[in-house]
């Protein structure tokens, strides 16, 4: 629970807490010391009361007439209620006097959380040893309670305006961390999708603009980095097209010719077989069969090696006919496209990539997939080469999702700053690639338009 609190209830909580903790310490030990503070306040003026008792004990003893100075003790006490003078026989004793403070202002669940005793006391009086009454001690204990009270809301009051003003400080204080902390969080995400020219603006405590100039570096050295390496994936793709482009001439100049030549003297020899020599002519009739084979394969491994279409026919009309080339392997296949034209603006390194995931995706979809229907799109959107295929097959391997091939896609998409995904939508099968064209994609939806 603690690790889903923001930053800001982790220091407000705290201090909430610690205020209460506090409050409820002062009016523990207010009930503690209170009852002792309070009996330490009446013990002088019950030892006076004690002293009274007596001395009016000792001048009754000593008077000629003890009734007429009692008569005059009681007289003098007047209308005091802290000590007075009963006589026995006038009924039970008065109740000691309530907290006589202004109306309102001490309320009862104070008065009972202090735990008032019992400081009522008596002291008998007697005459010629007969007692004839008591001197009653009953404090008044309002002015006391009523000063403990005040201390109390001032206490209170003290720490909850504490309490405000810290979380205040604190509030503001965390909004001024966390923004930057906001800041320094969403460019780290930045930088995970690989997003490094948008910097960190260095703000808030020393610390956090220190950890934001930190990741600043880190974003610049891997901008270098990425650059470097997208420069090298580029390199080892042109090299790998160059190597196809010389392997494909090798067998276009130096195999196909050869091939030629065979089923060209092979023909020669079925015509000058014998009607007679079955055995001879079948033998002479597979060579030929085997030696068209081996053009046909030929041709097809020219297509793979080095598109020859893309800069006689245009990228879509290439697209068209390689789809074409896997109706035609595939007959039970449904396949369906949506190509733009303003693909045959695209050429260089990007058209060879466009063409090359196509191809590359198609090659699965008809090896392994087990599909009925696929469907290939390929557009020009936002200064972007879509490349979408879709299939119904079986799907992927959990374990096993880029093969060697589709991960030369990768290296491809990559080496031009772009994305590939392979990914499960809806019961299909989808690879879809995503590569900035720029300027190129301008010119060629403008030359589409015009």
Request: charged fraction near 20%.
């Amino acid at each position: 629970m603690w690790e889903r609190l923001s930053l800001r209830t982790r220091l407000l909580l705290p201090l909430g807490l610690m205020f209460v903790a506090a409050l409820l310490a002062g009016a523990v030990s207010l009930q503690i010391f209170a009852t002792a503070q309070l009996t330490e306040e009446t013990e002088p003026a019950a030892r006076s009361a004690r002293a009274v008792a007596a001395a009016l004990n000792a001048a009754l003893r000593a008077s000629a007439n003890p009734q007429e100075t009692l008569d005059a003790f009681v007289q003098s006490l007047g209308a005091s209620e802290t000590i007075r003078f009963r006589r026995l026989g006038t009924g039970p004793d008065a109740p000691p006097p309530d907290v006589q403070t202004p109306p309102g202002r001490v309320p009862g669940w104070f008065v009972r959380l202090l735990v008032i005793p019992e400081f009522r006391a008596t002291f008998p009086v007697s005459i010629e040893g007969k007692q004839v009454g008591n001197i009653v001690f009953a404090p008044d204990m309002s002015a006391d309670i009523y000063e403990k009270w005040i201390g109390f809301l001032a206490i209170a009051s003290s720490g909850i305006g504490l309490m405000l003003l810290t979380g205040v400080i604190a509030h503001f204080t965390a909004r001024s961390a966390q923004r930057p902390l906001q800041n320094l969080g969403d460019g780290l995400t930045r930088m995970r999708t690989g997003d490094y020219d948008q910097l960190i603006p260095p703000s808030g405590p020393p610390e956090i603009r220190r950890s934001a100039q930190e990741a600043n570096e880190l974003a610049r050295t891997l901008h270098r980095l990425s650059q470097d390496n997208r420069s090298l994936l580029r390199r080892i793709v042109s090299l790998q097209d160059d190597e196809r482009h010389d392997m494909a001439r090798e067998l276009h100049d130096e195999l196909g010719p050869l091939l030629f030549g065979i089923r060209a003297n092979t023909v020669v020899l079925l015509e000058s077989i014998p009607a007679g020599e079955a055995e001879l002519r079948s033998a002479a009739e597979g060579i030929l069969q085997s030696v068209e084979t081996l053009q046909q394969a030929n041709r097809r491994i020219l297509d793979r090696l080095r598109p020859l279409y893309i800069q006689e026919l245009g990228l879509e009309r290439s697209i068209q006919t390689l789809l074409q080339n896997a109706k035609a392997q595939a007959p039970d296949l449904k396949v369906t496209s949506e190509i733009d034209a303003a693909l045959n603006g695209v050429d260089g390194l990007l058209s060879q990539t466009v063409y090359r995931v196509i191809q590359e995706a198609v090659t699965n979809v008809l090896r392994h997939a087990k599909a009925s229907a696929m469907h290939v799109a390929a557009r020009i959107a936002d200064h972007e080469v879509i490349v979408e295929i879709f299939d119904d097959g079986v799907g992927f391997p959990a374990d096993r999702m880029f093969g060697r091939g589709l991960t030369g896609m990768l290296e491809r998409v990559r080496a031009l700053s772009g994305t590939f995904e392979l990914l499960r939508e809806a019961g299909r099968t989808c690879v879809r690639c995503r590569l900035p064209a720029g300027d190129a994609a301008s010119n060629a939806r403008a030359a589409k338009q015009v």
